[in-house]
């Protein structure tokens, strides 16, 4: 538990710090969200975190982040998919739903 939590929090702050970087949602800006979504999902997997306490702590950075409806959404899309695949590798995730 005390390292899903060190792994939530560390991607948290580096969420924070790149997103506090930009006044606006720039494509380089969703990019990085998808990138960082996608390692989260793929450390809580790798923690056996369940896909709707998945879906909650990684919404929650994507609605934190994001300013525009239209890239919320899109990355929510993104996140769901990538918690319904079966693979748990960074990489993958990133290559199927980051490009």
Do not use: P, W
């Amino acid at each position: 538990m005390k390292k899903g939590l060190l792994a939530v929090i560390s991607i948290t702050v580096a969420a924070v710090a790149y997103a506090n970087t930009k006044t606006s949602d720039s494509s380089e800006l969703v990019n990085q969200q998808c990138k960082i979504s996608a390692e989260a999902v793929s450390t809580l997997k790798g923690l056996r975190y369940g896909n709707t306490s998945i879906r909650k702590d990684v919404s929650s950075l994507i609605n934190l982040h994001l300013k525009t409806q239209e890239n919320r959404e899109l990355a929510q899309k993104a996140l769901n998919l990538m918690v319904d695949d079966k693979s748990t590798d960074v990489a993958i995730l990133e290559g199927k739903y980051c490009s």
